[in-house]
T-cell receptor
């Protein structure tokens, strides 16, 4: 079945690292994504990882993928107040390419 | 990156009227576009997959006669909410994938906030 789960809230202090976790159930996922959504706005792609990789780093963002446990994480280094938003993980299935989203994790960064 | 433009960004309509939302890929051709609905503080729910030149594929529980989708060209898909009711008030977001790049990123529009009064 198709199911993506995330914790709903995360609060960190400015300058700390944030780690947002996600689990998924479908082992046929090809790509896994992290999106950021600010209030009232659409989704901004942050990064994505192909399912045969286990890590991807892009500036302050590090994505770790444990395919055996179907666990995906997003680490934001040196978190800033501008990083406060809702973060969605998503998986894409098969050739049709539809995205299945998690519930979103609301990240709150306190000064 | 590629740009997807959604219009309008906000719309208020009266109960019983119809509203059309447009989703355009501005600098690439999109054979497939997706329409999502998002309730406050909730995740995105896929409503339907829109394929250029063919009928849309609706997810279970989504009324195809209420949410009409037309994907007439490789750069434009429209979602029409027919006979809108207050419970249709929501945030609607489209996304598009490039031609022949089904397994890479999907680009999202900025969303449309629909309020039915």
């Amino acid at each position: 079945g198709e199911d993506v789960e995330q914790s709903l809230f995360l609060s960190v202090r400015e300058g700390d690292s944030s780690v947002i976790n996600c689990t998924y159930t479908d082992s046929s996922s090809t790509y896994l994504y992290w999106y950021k959504q600010e209030p009232g706005a659409g989704l901004q792609l942050l990064t994505y990882i192909f399912s045969n990789m286990d890590m991807k780093q892009d500036q302050r963002l590090t994505v770790l993928l444990n395919k055996k446990d179907k666990h995906l994480s997003l680490r934001i280094a040196d978190t800033q107040t501008g990083d406060s938003a809702i973060y969605f993980c998503a998986e894409t299935l098969g050739k049709g390419g539809k995205l299945i989203f998690g519930q979103g994790t609301e990240l709150s960064v306190k000064p | 990156g590629a740009v997807v433009s959604q219009h309008p960004s906000r719309v208020i309509c009266k109960s019983g009227t119809s509203v059309k939302i447009e989703c355009r890929s501005l600098d690439f051709q999109a054979t497939t576009m997706f329409w999502y609905r998002q309730f406050p503080k909730q995740s995105l729910m896929l409503m339907a997959t829109s394929n250029e030149g063919s009928k849309a594929t609706y997810e279970q529980g989504v009324e195809k006669d209420k949410f009409l989708i037309n994907h007439a060209s490789l750069t434009l898909s429209t979602l029409t909410v027919t006979s809108a009711h207050p419970e249709d008030s929501s945030f609607y977001i489209c996304s598009a994938r490039e031609w022949d790049r089904a397994n890479t990123e999907a680009f999202f529009g900025q969303g449309t906030r629909l309020t039915v009064v």
